[in-house]
């Protein structure tokens, strides 16, 4: 059975940076394409960035082009979320998501990944 286990998560301030690590185990990661969403109280899941099995293929949100990076170690096993300047709307809950890659295009809907680890909270003050 698949496995995600998010970490790095916390209270930050605005204009700051964290970076979010996704542990997988259970099934032969570099055949996953990987994704991070997040979740804020009162809104729908919103896709983040997402990452194509060889590491080579990215794509983000609109909300955080240019701030968040998202990378893969395959020989960890470990897909990351690197998170700059950093403002209070980014505070939501962090979920890692996978799922086998099935073609060239990066899914960027919930509905299409199969695997969720169970999220990481990450706070960012004022």
């Known amino acids: 059975q698949v496995q995600l286990v998010e970490s790095g998560g916390g209270l930050v301030q605005a204009g700051g940076s964290l970076r979010l690590s996704c542990a997988t185990s259970?099934?032969?990661?570099?055949?996953?394409?990987m994704a991070w969403f997040r979740q804020a109280p009162g809104k729908e899941r919103e896709f983040v960035g997402c990452?194509?099995?060889?590491?080579?293929?990215?794509t983000y949100g609109d909300s955080v082009k240019g701030r968040f990076t998202i990378s893969r170690d395959n020989a960890k096993n470990t897909v990351y979320l690197q998170m700059n300047s950093l403002v209070p709307d980014d505070t939501a809950v962090y979920y890692c998501?996978?799922?086998?890659?099935?073609?060239?295009?990066?899914?960027?809907?919930?509905?299409?990944?199969?695997?969720w680890g169970q999220g990481t909270q990450v706070t960012v003050s004022s």
């Open positions: 998501a996978a799922t086998i890659i099935t073609g060239l295009a990066l899914p960027r809907g919930v509905y299409e990944y199969t695997y």
């Open positions: 259970g099934g032969t990661f570099s055949r996953y394409t």
């Open positions: 990452i194509g099995w060889s590491g080579f293929t990215r």
